[in-house]
């Protein structure tokens, strides 16, 4: 199955690994630091020009997305139930 991230991007439910707030980033310094890792790697893709809203973090990329956390999580159970 495949979940539709935003703008233009949809990934393969197997490789989904986590969806986080976009807060995350900000109140915690191990987020920073591996934040900071992928963007030194350059596996960190911005999906749209609106503000990101959720961190979907995948086996080789962390995109940031402008749907939230939220509303990622509903698609991916709605996956599940199927």
Do not use: W
């Not at 233009?8 to 900000?26: C, G, H, M, T």
């Not at 920073?32 to 030194?40: A, G, H, I, P, V």
């Not at 809203?53 to 991916?76: F, G």
């Amino acid at each position: 199955m495949y979940i539709h991230l935003g703008g233009e991007k949809v990934i393969s439910s197997k490789e989904l690994v986590a969806i986080f707030d976009i807060s995350i980033v900000k109140s915690s310094r191990i987020s920073k630091q591996f934040m900071t890792s992928m963007l030194n790697s350059k596996r960190m893709v911005q999906i749209s020009e609106e503000e990101a809203k959720s961190i979907v973090v995948t086996e080789h990329t962390v995109y940031y997305s402008p749907i939230s956390s939220a509303t990622l999580k509903k698609r991916c159970n709605t996956l599940y139930e199927i």
